[in-house]
């Protein structure tokens, strides 16, 4: 999803004001960062901010600016202080409600980002931008039906809004209507950077593939790629030569699976190949419904070449991986914790039960969690020494279980068709749709989720018990 500011650097609503040379100097100053700003000269944009709020301290324009670079600068904090600022000057400026709400979504205060957009709303009834970037926050924090009014709002002033008819229909998806979800998602090829074909492959319609070659163009995520690969073997079946088009680090453990014929490197050439259709627009073309999602797993093999084998102690009664970041790179060392990321801090609970033995696959920053708490006598760590996902999931096909959040790994232990426990945040992502404990593509997956009211600590002592229920049962 993507959230966007209500002010651009660009021409303010308000100039700053002073007196005499000091005024002069303020706007020179404010010009000036804002042509920094615009060319994505961030740290000096700040600085020169800073000067001009040295000669013009109450401009409210100038605070919302400031916030707007802070923010992709990836300092959150500064800039929701310099948003109310902004709105302690000029009450009721429905772009810096705005500006604020996205803010602290960004700090995981879906509460009081909910609230920061109601108001933006409430002064600005008629902004698109105001309603489109409410509409996420109300679904982040688990107010699908309200996000989905709002987007509707936004639409209705707006048709051509084509970011905002994305949103919709994701939503739509969350809400199970993937009938009219996945086609509405197809405006997302009006985007910039958003449409993955070629231009001198033909599009595939669902026509008939017996003896033609199919491209699936890579787009979305790492796990979208590995979740999705389930319909090689529906293309596979009707006939179909299948080309899959992935990231690197994908290419060993897709290359396994019997139903895809040729794996590429993203925008690699693909000769041969007769007809093309982008990975998200998969589940339209085969008309998959919420009751109708190919559920035979495995449906990857484990690739053993180059596998490394896990040290599990004779006496561990549960081996179990933990993962706690979406991404395969991990969580990222600087700026906001991307929705649905959680931290070791948050586990710690689960590392006292006796029998287990715990090991990581956690990569990125994420994985220094461990030193940082002490916990390398009681977690291995792993995940640092998986080179791509064809590691992880050999290490994952020798766990019992494994327990993470919505992430890489979960993809792959379902795909496995390995025991996986998925922690997830409230408002996440379409695919597990809302208030199921189980998954449609994984039969193997149960599902945890956080509501709006509780702490992670709530969830993970649920999982405790879960875990002390399955010990119990041997």
Known sequence: MTTQENTKPGAPATQPTARNEQADEARRVYELAL??????????????????????PSAPEVYNNLGVALRSAGRPEAAVACYRRSLGIRPGAANAYTNLGNALRDLGETTRAVEAHRRAVKHGPKSPKALYNAGLAFREGGLSKVALEHFERAIKLEPTYALCRVERAITLLQMGEWQRGFKELEIRFALPGRDPRRKDIENWNGSALQGRAILVNYEGDEGTVI?????????????AKVVMECPPHLKHLLSSSPDIDEIISVGADAPGVDVQVPLLSLPARLGTLVDTVPEETPYLPVPRIGSSRLDIHPETRLAIGFAWSANWDGRAAKGPKRHGDMMLDDFTE??????????????????GDIARLGFQPLIEQTGQTLMDAADLASAIDQLD?????HSVAAHIAGALGKPVWMLL????????????????WYPSMRIFRRTADEPWSATVTRVRQALMDVLKGG
């Not at 690969?229 to 009707?238: E, I, N, P, Y």
């Open 401 to 405: 279980l494994v327990i993470c959040s």
């Open 35 to 56: 042509e920094h700003h615009r060319a994505g000269r961030l740290d000096i944009a700040i600085k020169e901010y800073a000067r001009v709020l040295k000669l013009a």
């Open 227 to 239: 979740q999705f690969a389930r319909f090689a073997a529906v293309l596979k079946r009707g006939g």
């Open 350 to 367: 689960l590392a006292g039960i006796p029998g287990l033995q715990l090991f990581s696959l956690e990569r990125g920053a994420g994985a």
């Open 425 to 440: 945040d409230v408002g996440a992502d379409w695919s597990w749709l809302l208030d199921r404990e189980d998954s449609p």
